[in-house]
C-alpha cells in the first residue's frame, strides 16, 4: 500500500535526505571542515559525513519496529480492525511481528536509497565487502528492537495514543546513541546509559568497518548486542503479556 503512492515515497526520501543534510552541513560548520582529528580521536572516524550517514540511516531503521507498533496498532484501532484481529485463529504477538516485518522493510528500502544518495552527494568510498560484514551487526541490533517493540504495542492497547511519547524516545536515541557526535562529550552517567541501547553499539561497529577495522576490535559491542537481544525480548514479550491480559479485561474501547 505504501509504494502504492509514488509521491509518498519521493517525499519521504526527500524529508530524509534534508534531515541528514541540515545536521551533516551544521556539523561541518561547527567542526570546522569535513574531517576532524578531535573526531578521530574519540571515534577512529574522523571523516564527519561519513559518521553521519551511518549513525542516521541506522537510527531510522532501527526506529522502525517502534513506528510500526505505535501507529500501526493505533491505525487498527482507528479503523475498529483490532478486535476482530484478536478474535481471530492467529497470535496477536505474530500478527504485530508481521506488521513491524513490513515497516522494516519498506523503511529499509527508503533508507537504502538514502544511504547511496548520501554516498554519492558525500563522494564516501565504500565497497560491497564492507557492507556484508557491517550486515550481522545491523541484524542483530534490529533483532533487539523488534522485540523492544513490544512494549510501545502493549502500551498502545492500554492508552491508545502515544505518539508523542514514542517520538520522544526516538529523537532521544539520537543523542544517547551518538549518532550525530560522540557521545565522550555526554556526562558518565549518559555514556553508561548508551551502553544499554543496541544502536550505540551497532553504530560503532559499522564505522570500525568503515575505518578498515575487525569485529576483534569491537568486541566488547558486539558482546553487548547479544546480551541485549534476550534481554530486549525478554522485557517486551512480558509487558506486551501484561498489556494484552488488562486490557482483554477492560476492553479495547475502540479508538
Known amino acids: 500500500m505504501f509504494f502504492r503512492y509514488p509521491l509518498r515515497v519521493i ?12 545536521f551533516v552541513y ?8 569535513r574531517y576532524s ?30 513506528e510500526a507498533y505505535v501507529w500501526g496498532v493505533r491505525r487498527e484501532l482507528q479503523r475498529g480492525t483490532f478486535e476482530t484481529n484478536v478474535l481471530s485463529p ?49 541484524a542483530a541490533s534490529l533483532l533487539a528492537f523488534l522485540g523492544f517493540g513490544f512494549v510501545f504495542a502493549g502500551l498502545v492497547m492500554l492508552l491508545k495514543n502515544i505518539g508523542p511519547f514514542a517520538q520522544i524516545f526516538e529523537f532521544a536515541m539520537l543523542f544517547l546513541s551518538g549518532v550525530f557526535f560522540p557521545l565522550t562529550v555526554m556526562p558518565a ?40 537481544i534476550p534481554a530486549y525480548w525478554a522485557i517486551g514479550y512480558l509487558l506486551f503479556r501484561w498489556a494484552e491480559r488488562t486490557t482483554r479485561v477492560i476492553g479495547y474501547g475502540g479508538y
Open 90 to 138: 492467529a497470535r496477536l504477538i505474530g500478527l504485530l511481528f508481521g506488521l513491524s516485518l513490513s515497516w522494516l522493510l519498506m523503511d529499509s528500502t527508503l533508507m537504502v536509497v538514502v544511504f547511496v544518495m548520501g554516498v554519492i552527494i558525500f563522494k564516501i568510498p565504500i565497497t560491497a565487502i564492507i557492507v556484508l560484514k557491517s550486515l550481522p551487526a545491523i
Open 37 to 66: 582529528t578531535l573526531l578521530e580521536a574519540s571515534t577512529g572516524m574522523g571523516d564527519y559525513p561519513t559518521y553521519a550517514l551511518i549513525g542516521y540511516v541506522l537510527w531510522w531503521v532501527s526506529v522502525s519496529p517502534m
Open 11 to 22: 517525499s519521504s526520501i526527500f524529508v530524509g535526505i534534508v534531515f541528514l543534510l541540515q
Open 189 to 228: 552517567p549518559i555514556q553508561a546509559l548508551s551502553n544499554l541501547l543496541p544502536l550505540t553499539h551497532s553504530a560503532r561497529i559499522v564505522r570500525a568497518l568503515f575505518t578498515g577495522e575487525g569485529y576483534s576490535a569491537v568486541g566488547d559491542s558486539m558482546a553487548w548486542l547479544l546480551l541485549l
Open 26 to 33: 551544521f556539523g561541518q560548520a561547527v567542526l570546522g571542515g
